[in-house]
């Protein structure tokens, strides 16, 4: 916001978003494709964006209920970008992950492939994805050991989380 004359139009936005409730929804950066995000009751969403997907300054910023209806709200302030080096980016891969292991839990749940190879490939893919994400959260895990920050319990609190999320995915896959 630039004035005060931004927060009806920033709190209405809000307001919307809040009210759609705990779901997955799509976020949009100009034209780019859409990316699915969660917000938390304070109305934030996270979204980690590498290579040239990361590059969103001045670009508009759209979010979706689906991908399909095309009914979106659009936001006016710019989004706080936090370098690779920044620890704070530890805070956001995490439950960034989190996230993804919950989404491939779903698209095993939610499953609507008949050919049993075209199964099987698939699960194998999922696994696959699931266990560098895994390694992810393991190499953070041991980082965080290692340093002594003011982030560091958090970040291993975050961790033993989505290790948690880890191994109920596990358990799906394994039915």
Same mark, same amino acid.
């Given at each position: +916001?630039?004035? =005060?004359?931004?927060?009806?139009?920033? +709190?209405?936005?809000?307001?919307?978003?809040?009210?759609?409730?705990?779901?997955?929804?799509?976020?949009?950066?100009?034209?780019?494709?859409? $990316?699915?995000?969660?917000?938390?009751?304070?109305?934030?969403?996270?979204?980690?964006?590498?290579?040239?997907?990361?590059?969103?300054?001045?670009?508009? &910023? =759209?979010?979706?209920?689906?991908?399909? =209806?095309?009914?979106?709200?659009? %936001?006016?302030?710019?989004?706080?970008?936090?370098?690779?080096?920044?620890? +704070?980016?530890?805070?956001l891969?995490?439950?960034?992950?989190?996230?993804? &292991?919950?989404? $491939?839990?779903?698209?095993?749940?939610?499953?609507?492939?008949?050919?049993?190879e075209?199964?099987?490939?698939?699960?194998?893919?999922?696994l696959?994805?699931?266990?560098?994400?895994?390694?992810?959260?393991?190499?953070?895990?041991?980082?965080?050991?290692?340093?002594? =920050?003011?982030?560091?319990?958090?970040?291993?609190?975050?961790? +033993?989380?989505?290790?948690?999320?880890?191994?109920?995915?596990?358990? %799906?896959?394994?039915?």
């Amino acid at each position: +916001m630039k004035s =005060s004359g931004d927060i009806p139009p920033t +709190m209405k936005t809000t307001l919307d978003l809040l009210e759609l409730g705990d779901r997955t929804l799509y976020v949009k950066f100009g034209e780019n494709e859409f $990316l699915p995000t969660g917000f938390d009751d304070e109305g934030h969403g996270k979204l980690v964006l590498t290579g040239e997907a990361a590059k969103v300054q001045g670009q508009k &910023i =759209s979010v979706f209920k689906d991908q399909e =209806s095309g009914e979106k709200f659009d %936001i006016e302030a710019t989004p706080i970008q936090i370098q690779p080096d920044d620890p +704070m980016a530890t805070l956001l891969t995490v439950p960034y992950i989190q996230f993804e &292991i919950t989404r $491939l839990t779903n698209e095993i749940i939610n499953n609507t492939i008949d050919n049993e190879e075209e199964k099987r490939k698939r699960l194998n893919e999922i696994l696959e994805e699931a266990n560098t994400y895994d390694e992810q959260i393991n190499s953070i895990l041991q980082t965080a050991f290692r340093t002594k =920050s003011a982030t560091r319990n958090e970040v291993i609190q975050q961790c +033993m989380n989505a290790k948690g999320t880890v191994y109920q995915f596990k358990d %799906i896959l394994s039915e």
